[in-house]
């Protein structure tokens, strides 16, 4: 490890067709959940760390008291059905962003060279969209880097409005789209809309049904739909907080603020 | 892209003794505005794009959902009338400046380093001089890297007062300003007066008509006049917001803080 | 020094099965305490000083007025007697670490590639646990970068909880601890719990016991808990300050805030 | 300018044992205010610019309209009389230091590397020490990179204390002090004890004074007294003023804050 992003192959493995699906911390953390839980309940092999000065001066340390580098990591899930039967899916993952501007271009060019050098035919950037209030349905907004991707996309699902989002796509899930127009990769972004605050599975339940339709992949989301239900109880609480605070503030004070 | 500043050329055309015109954002967006105006109703031709990891780390998204990596841009713009007939300008544009002090530098001398390639003769960089109040009849200072081009400027309506600008020229059109002055290029940097905190299309209009004058351009400026109307309105409400504010704070509290 | 990094190896000595040991400055200042006192009450050596442009841009002034770059010192000791009797210890110290995220990484795989170099066969990283109050007994709390160290480490006196650190190991302390495992060096961290606020000397003795056991040293630790001591009572009296602030507040009050 | 530091000679002048003096911004400008006077009021040629990717991305504008990249300056004094009749002074000047810590070392690396090819012999950097409070009599303190350096120092009216200065030396004045001694030049940092918070051409002139002695100059101070005068006076109107302020304020409140 003495350059600025270090990459460790630990698999020799010969991929197929492979699909990139960046996953990294975000809004809502939606993009996470969502990489995290393909790699979970997938049939996955881990095949690269991606090490770099430019992630967070620190180390983990696991409940067993074993410290590991902060590192993005690369596995490979193999389609053991549907249309894609035998092809691969390369899930990007890992605890932390980039934490310098600079760092946010390096490593995401790294990856993109990297991915490109595995065969990558399509990158899949997952992340949220923060509208700052609770989403019942959360639909998934997307942004392509190429207009012929749009009706594929409407047909697994996402939306494409005006305007939406509005700010453009910070961090890994922006770069890696832009990056893959440079060398003529298709690429997409799929933002599940979420609250923007607290993790929200929901929201990754939503993007990880736009790959299930698009990739035409088998995922059992029982765990995902758990942790929705328990962030939905965590949410109510919440809000429930909230309006007790409102109210009494509204009535020791007489008039709202 | 495994530079930090990544240049892609997208036509050979042969530059005819070109100028440089630089309009990145800045204060009251006055150069950006200027420098867009130009390519827009002129005719222009997309020949270069700039990227670089000193720009903000994200994509933007258009309204057909269609992601671009940031950039700064160049066009070329062949001088169809007058004296400069059959020459060139070129002009850089952008949405954003580079976002540390080094990549200020940086990005300005690779900037400098390609005009030099492309033949540029001079160099004017565009910007807004703020001034903290509304200005009703802006006037454009400027500042020259050769005592020699005052002369000029002055012909063509711009003001160089002692102590103007007082706190120097900061980010690209300070720089590049500089920077050629060590290739030994003219170079001037023209600053419309603006008020600072909104942007401002009739300063962009005024340093726009020195830049007639002295290139000798012919440009229908119908555009910005509108969006400089449009401004003003804004202007006038905002103004009578803070009037009432001062009024009735005034009233209320029974003395003039 | 036309590096980042810049080593002075300052003797040629060869050692013998060396094991690293950092103290840096940290939380309660623990690691530094006790590895100072190491190079103090032991026979030591000065061999190598590291410079970088990530520490502090400044030099230190000494009481006699002569100024010195900051650095990291490597300091070597040949253990006397027990069954290490002939082989080397290295003691790393310095008064500041390096001050960006991206500096942190680089000073630490010199530092590691160096120690390598050396032969270095096991590297100790000494630190603090910050609990946010006073800590009567404080345990050493350990990270290892193979379970198979924890055994041994558990015999020496430190105590392995899930959870803890719950937020991993910041600076040098995490930093080598990660990278000994990418070379396949063994490493452990010694946290010394502590209050996080004040120099701790009573943490950093916890600490020097783990290591005393685990490496058959003998060290007189006189020095250290005449140190501890002192802190004990400026700790009794910024107590009994805050106490007095306290009721203070509670009387002119008369509510508990 | 395709490096992060670029240094332009403008001369080819051999210099004959020449003594390097640095006079950057700082405490109380001090060493600025020492430096400027010398290059101004003895027969000075400026032979070199060092520019820098570390300053600030901007140029100052003279009040001719004329703008100018920042950068560090070099000239060369010839001593025309005394003990070093016939040798050179060679004075660093500049309007700002760099403004991140890695390039606050890579600058002063640069700058000692040219020194030590120009043949330079000896370092003083010259700066202020902050006492928050006004002085009538400004004392010089130093700091040596080499303890025989004290006693001709002290004969020439420095003083030296043990704790002062505490914090140690920030910037350049410290760098080139800790790096002259990384390449056996001896050097010396002259600060005058000044307020702090303004520039105070009085603790120049007591830092001038210390040169004259040591260097065996002859340096008209008038300019420098003048100067000195009117900060005086400046300082006796705030003085006067903060006096007033408190009086009302204990008047109003009827009792101390």
């Known amino acids: 490890m003495t350059d600025d992003v270090t990459i460790r192959m ?35 092999e881990h095949i690269a760390s991606i090490y770099s000065i430019y992630l967070p001066p620190q180390v983990t340390v696991a409940d067993d008291g074993v410290a590991k580098m902060i590192s993005h990591e ?46 990558v035919t399509m990158v899949y950037t997952l992340g949220g969209y923060g ?53 003529s990769v298709p690429a997409v972004c799929l933002m599940g809309e979420t609250h923007g605050i607290i993790v929200d599975p929901k929201a990754a339940r939503a993007v990880l049904e736009v790959l299930v339709k698009t990739l035409d992949l088998t995922i059992d989301i029982t765990d995902l739909d758990e942790k929705a239900a328990e962030m939905e109880e ?4 919440i809000d429930s907080m909230n309006d007790q605070i409102e109210r009494s503030e509204r009535e020791s004070t007489g008039y709202i603020r």
Chains 1, 2, 3, 4 share one sequence.
């Open 131 to 183: 509208l700052g209030k609770r989403i019942e349905t959360p639909r998934v907004i997307g942004a392509v880097n190429d207009i012929e991707l749009k009706e594929e996309m409407e047909g697994a699902g996402v939306a494409f409005q005006p305007g939406e989002p509005g700010a453009g796509i910070v961090g890994a899930s922006g770069l890696l789209l832009g990056m893959a127009s440079l060398v």
């Open 10 to 44: 630990l698999s020799k493995r010969k991929l197929v067709e492979p699909v990139l699906i960046e996953g990294l911390p975000g809004v809502g953390n939606v993009g996470k959940l969502a990489a995290d839980h393909m790699v979970d309940v997938l049939d996955s």
């Open 234 to 237: 965590i949410q109510d609480q």
């Open 74 to 119: 690369l596995h490979v899930i193999r389609q053991k059905e549907g249309a894609r039967k035998g092809k691969d899916l390369l899930v990007l993952t890992g605890d932390f962003q980039a934490i310098s501007p600079e760092g946010q271009y390096i490593l995401s060019q790294r990856t993109m060279d990297l991915a490109n050098e595995l065969g």
